[in-house]
């Protein structure tokens, strides 16, 4: 098989799993947008998690160009992407109870505000711990999840639950269990994973959703400009004066 037909499937696995994303996860988005609308409108803040390859998605929201100045990384030492030696360490910190209550006492997240939990299988006891402890605390909770790893794997949290059990609005992102979209008769592994594509599609779709709906209700939403276009600093420099009590990324 040629290099070009592979990539050619895995062009058209992803475009396919963004097509059924947006077919049979549209009333999701809307109302992940809308909560996102509501907390904005209502003067909370907005926090996005993820742990290992599952960060890159929330990184991706947060001090973003076209992007909702208040979204604000929620970060657990050692879990954001593979930034710690060896990177097998954040897989192991991911199955450690205790340690996302730890992190949300001690972060400004509080009552009123909205957390995004991006986690692909949401069985690790991180993520569930995280959203668990977050409603506890007040916070709404988005979760961006296949919700397939419930149907096929065991949760890795004393609850025997999965992310999905503690959110208030649920995204599945339809990606198969293993994240990998090709086979070959020459490879003994599936490779590909398409994971990262399709989760930051949808947590765009989300902050457009929530852009829309702010500018609805007459509340113009909080956006950041590209640093590289004319006036695109001082735009920004605008934006982040006007909304430094919820921006803690400059801090």
């Not at 457009?208 to 113009?220: C, K, P």
Request: net charge negative; glycine share 10%; hydrophobic share 45%.
């Amino acid at each position: 098989m040629s290099d070009s037909k592979l990539a050619g499937q895995f062009f058209d696995a992803a475009i396919g799993l963004l097509r059924r994303v947006r077919d049979e996860e549209g009333d999701a988005i809307a109302a992940a947008g809308t909560l996102v609308a509501d907390t904005v409108a209502a003067g909370g803040r907005l926090f996005a998690f993820g742990a290992g390859h599952s960060s890159l998605a929330a990184q991706d929201v947060v001090y973003r160009a076209g992007g909702l100045a208040l979204m604000n990384l929620l970060t657990v030492p050692g879990t954001t992407g593979v930034d710690v030696l060896p990177a097998t360490l954040g897989s192991a910190l991911e199955r450690v109870d205790g340690l996302a209550t730890a992190v949300l006492d001690s972060s400004p997240a509080r009552a009123g505000d909205l957390l995004v939990i991006v986690s692909l299988s949401g069985r690790n006891a991180l993520p569930v711990e995280m959203a668990r402890h977050a409603r506890e605390l007040g916070l709404k909770v988005v979760g961006l999840t296949s919700v397939g790893y419930a149907e096929e794997t065991r949760s890795q949290h004393a609850s025997g639950t999965y992310l999905k059990d503690h959110c208030d609005v649920v995204l599945d992102s339809k990606i198969a269990v293993g994240d990998a979209e090709l086979r070959l008769d020459t490879v003994e592994a599936p490779f590909a994973p398409a994971s990262t594509v399709v989760t930051s599609a949808v947590l765009q779709a989300v902050v457009a959703t929530a852009a829309a709906a702010l500018a609805d209700r007459g509340v113009q939403p909080p956006l950041l400009r590209s640093a590289n276009v004319d006036g695109g600093r001082e735009w920004n420099a605008r934006v982040f004066e006007e909304h430094a009590d919820r921006i803690f990324y400059r801090r």
